[in-house]
Structures are given as C-alpha cells and as structure tokens.
C-alpha cells in the first residue's frame, strides 16, 4: 500500500532564509512523487514532480526538490523564502507499476513566512 | 486552453438530501479522479474513472458513487448526507497509460450538510 507521511503540521520561516517541507513515502514499486500547493478556499496547484534521472528536481516559483531512494524522502526546498511562499503543501505518491495507480497524499503542511 | 472546472463552487445541503457534483477534466484528458478533503486534512481519494467505468475505489461507503460520460466529464454522487460528509471536493484529471504525468485539479467544490 501506498503511504506518505508529512512530519510537520507548520514550518515558520522567515522572508529571505532558505525552507525545507519534509516528505516521506512507502510505496511498494519504484516511486512516482509529486508536491502540490493550494492557497486558501482553493484547489491544488502542481509545483513539481519526481519521475526519473536527477535526484534533484526543480519546478514552479523557484523550488526544488530532493528524492533520496535511501531514506524514501522527497523533501521540498527552496533557497530564499517569500512571504508569498505562504501557504498548504502537500507531497503525494503514485506507485509506477501501474498506469491507473491513484495519487496518495499527505496530511499536509502549513507554511508561514513572515517578513 | 481550460483547466479542470467544477461546478458548484459552494452548496449547503440538509442532512439526509442527495447532491450531484460535477467535473470537466482538462482537454484531451480521460481519466477522472474525486477526492474528499476535510478541514485541515491532505485530500482523500474517492475513486476513479476510466473509459465510463469505476476504475479503483478508495474507502469510502456505497452512499458515495460516480459516473463518466462518452466525453470524460464526471459526477460525484452522494446519498443519505451526513454531516461528516461537509468537505471541500476536488475533481481531478490526468491523461491514462501516463502515469509519469502528474494530475490537473479543479478548484473544488465546498459542499456543507446542515
């Protein structure tokens, strides 16, 4: 069974300083990993996506983020935080074996960047 | 190019009433997904659809069911309302056999039983 686990209910950073969201998975195949965003009463905006090649992935908005097959983590980064940054993110997991696999996600974790 | 749309946005029901949900998935999508996402909680996956049919179910009682039509556009039903079924629903919608591809969300629709 698929599984990700987001240790942190809430990061506080402040504006300028570097951010790391946690992410951890289970998954039973080779990994397919994803972070998504969603600002307040909205739906989920995709940041970025680990599928293969480069353990470190980039996306949206300036993040980036790190697959470790080692620790099963997928954590999410970026080097100077913006206020704007603030906001609910979720790390989720699909399994490769299979094309119809569902996406599973975290419970999520709130953001805060203060000025 | 439009994104994933759901309709309503907000809808109150009573306890006990039935509500349809609707989804239109990104074009040239044919694979539908609902998720429920309570208050403060990661969404959960309801089910899936594919080609017309359920294709994987999450855990989620009968009351909750689906349908696709011929042009990928999806409902989510639910029957006999709780009030536990007050949640943000999320539509969305990816490509099948793509499975490296990541999912398109719509904004949601806020549904509350009172």
């Known amino acids: 069974a698929q599984s990700v686990a987001q240790p942190e209910d809430q990061v506080n950073v402040a504006e300028g300083n570097p951010l790391t969201v946690k992410c951890t998975y289970s998954?039973?195949?080779?990994?397919?990993l994803f972070w998504y965003v969603q600002y307040p009463n909205r739906g989920l905006q995709f940041l970025l996506k680990y599928i293969t090649g480069d353990n470190l992935v980039k996306g949206s908005y300036g993040f980036e983020a790190e697959f470790n097959k080692s620790q099963t983590s997928f954590h999410l980064k970026k080097p100077s935080a913006l206020v704007s940054d603030s906001a609910l993110y979720f790390c989720?997991?699909?399994?490769?074996?299979?094309?119809?696999?569902?996406?599973?996600f975290g419970s999520g974790t709130r953001l805060s960047i203060r000025p | 190019d439009a994104g994933v749309t759901q309709s309503p946005t907000h809808l109150i029901k009573t306890r006990g009433q039935q509500v349809t949900l609707r989804c239109s998935p990104k074009s040239g999508h044919d694979t539908v997904s609902w998720y429920q996402q309570a208050l403060g909680q990661g969404p959960q996956f309801i089910f899936q659809?594919?080609?017309?049919?359920?294709?994987q179910r999450g855990n989620f009682p009968d009351r909750f069911s689906g349908h696709q039509f011929p042009n990928y556009s999806s409902e989510l039903n639910v029957n006999a309302l709780l009030l536990g079924d007050s949640a943000l629903y999320l539509c969305?919608?990816?490509?099948?056999?793509?499975?490296?591809?990541?999912?398109?969300f719509g904004q949601g629709t806020r549904l509350t039983v009172v």
């Open positions: 659809y594919y080609e017309e049919e359920e294709r």
């Open positions: 989720a997991v699909r399994d490769s074996r299979s094309s119809a696999s569902k996406i599973i």
């Open positions: 969305a919608s990816s490509l099948a056999g793509r499975g490296r591809t990541e999912a398109f």
């Open positions: 998954v039973s195949g080779n990994p397919y």
